[in-house]
């Protein structure tokens, strides 16, 4: 307990213990919280691979309440976003603008991966026979099913029953059905329909803090979904596929840091600082191999970043199908892969049609069971040259793909997000700016509301030292445990908030 005086008066400073400040994050730090289950799901995989199995449903469980409140929540975001902007052109010029940006990015993604494919060879030197592997065990994969065709996208993409586009969770029909009601609201006017929007502003909060309560579950869906990852793969397949993984990795990698620069070019913002902002979410989609699960917080804290609701409503859910840079990065590579591994070697005119037919079958790969093995058969079909059943190679190391292309994909939609709505003038930079550099946090911890005794005993709060002492003169300010709490502006700008 050491002594401090202040205006005159001693005041004791609680310097909280090691073991205090660690209990305190693991009881407010989703971050670490995920951490510890990431490493806890290796640890039990690794040694009690049937026990890792065995807590699979964990994270199932958990991506299926997610997956419960994504469609009502793209609904809520899309519609307020078309009310409140006003301008139902200026909504369609984003949709514009970010298909022209998903097209571009994994356009260049299939380049990127294909150069690295060719430099490296993964697949060069295994000298597979293509007869002794098992083509059946693809199709269990795949289930038996097939990519949609062009028009078969487009047409699924139009709801057939405004309940079935909810109740299939199909993200494409939501959005459509989102844009005729923000759309029928702006030519109707507030003055005839004045309850609907608040209402669906009020769904909105809803949801988000349905969101709030299923987030707290995120470390035990990390856990059994790492648990589950390695008992079943284990990490001999690392030795087998190492090359392979590399490249992927690698590229991928490098992809985002170009993205990062090109980030930098179009808004000034840094990637590594929206990484940071977002680690909770981040380390979250990578537990559970999943963009979906943090699908929700991604808008919110989008929104909260200066993005406009609109360009968030619409380019997020939309770049789920459309702009899969991480699928697009493997898809090359492993079209590669497959090849030099069963000793064929592909043409540049035959690795143009690669990127050609990729180009199309990666658009309707989302929510497909199996989709990367679809699109790697269709286009292994479509050069003649390799035998589709050269894509069962891939069955032992897919899985351990998913983490690269998690990671790339929800950055991708991140990036283009805040590019598309800097370029449809839509972005508060100022306020980008600010919320990434930590000076608006998205809200207040709520362990800043705890009993103030108890805040004393532990010694701080983000960071600042808490001081107690009793106050013996009325004319000198109280020394309380409020002694030293920052305060941050909230996030509507109007009032100040206790930091967490």
Not at 89 to 102: D, N, T, V, Y
Not at 405 to 429: H, I, K, P, Y
Not at 462 to 491: I, L, N, Q
Request: charged share 15%.
């Amino acid at each position: 307990m050491a002594k401090v005086w202040l205006e005159g008066v001693p005041v004791s400073l609680s310097v909280p213990s090691l073991a205090r400040r660690v209990a305190r994050l693991l009881r407010t730090s989703l971050f670490i919280q995920v951490a510890c289950a990431l490493v806890l799901g290796v640890v039990v995989g690794r040694l009690w691979p049937g026990l890792g199995t065995a807590v699979q449903p964990l994270g199932d469980g958990f991506v299926r309440l997610i997956k419960a409140v994504i469609a009502p929540l793209v609904f809520c975001v899309v519609v307020t976003g078309i009310a409140k902007a006003g301008n139902l052109r200026a909504f369609g010029r984003i949709g514009l603008k970010a298909l022209i940006w998903f097209e571009v990015a994994t356009t260049f993604a299939l380049l990127f991966g294909l150069v690295a494919g060719n430099l490296v060879r993964p697949g060069a030197g295994m000298n597979v026979d293509p007869a002794q592997l098992d083509a059946g065990a693809v199709e269990a994969k795949t289930g038996g099913g097939s990519l949609p065709s062009t028009g078969e996208f487009l047409l699924h993409a139009l709801p057939e029953s405004a309940v079935g586009a909810f109740a299939e969770n199909s993200l494409l029909q939501v959005l459509v059905l989102a844009c005729l009601v923000g759309a029928a609201l702006l030519h109707l006017g507030h003055t005839k329909v004045p309850a609907v929007l608040p209402a669906v502003e009020q769904v909105q909060e809803v949801v988000f803090a349905i969101v709030g309560f299923v987030m707290k579950l995120a470390p035990l869906a990390v856990f059994g979904a790492t648990a589950h990852l390695v008992g079943q793969y284990g990490l001999g397949v690392l030795s087998t596929y190492g090359k392979l993984i590399g490249v992927c990795y690698a590229v991928a990698l490098l992809f985002l840091l170009l993205l990062a620069a090109a980030l930098k070019a179009f808004t000034g913002l840094s990637l590594w600082k929206f990484v940071r902002y977002t680690r909770e979410e981040m380390l979250l989609a990578l537990g559970t191999a999943s963009s979906e699960t943090v699908m929700p917080r991604m808008m919110q804290k989008l929104r909260h970043a200066g993005c406009r609701d609109d360009a968030v409503g619409l380019v997020v859910p939309t770049g789920y199908s459309f702009n899969l840079d991480g699928a697009s990065i493997y898809l090359s590579i492993a079209t590669l892969f497959i090849a030099q591994a069963v000793g064929v070697d592909l043409t540049l005119g035959q690795q143009v049609t690669v990127v050609l037919m990729l180009m199309l079958t990666s658009k309707g790969m989302a929510g497909v069971p199996g989709s990367a093995f679809l699109a790697l058969s269709a286009t292994a079909s479509a050069l003649g040259v390799i035998p589709a059943g050269a894509v069962a190679l891939l069955l032992g190391v897919d899985r351990i793909m998913d983490s690269m292309r998690v990671a790339t994909n929800l950055l991708g939609n991140c990036v283009a997000a805040f590019a598309v709505s800097r370029w449809e003038g839509a972005l508060d930079s100022e306020r980008a700016h600010r919320v990434l550099n930590g000076e608006l946090p998205l809200a207040p911890d709520p362990e800043a509301t705890d009993d103030t005794e108890a805040k004393v005993a532990e010694g701080s709060v983000a960071g600042t030292v808490m001081t107690k002492a009793p106050v013996t003169d009325a004319s000198v300010p109280a020394a309380s445990a409020d002694v030293g709490r920052p305060v941050a502006e909230a996030a509507d700008g109007n009032r100040p908030v206790e930091a967490g």
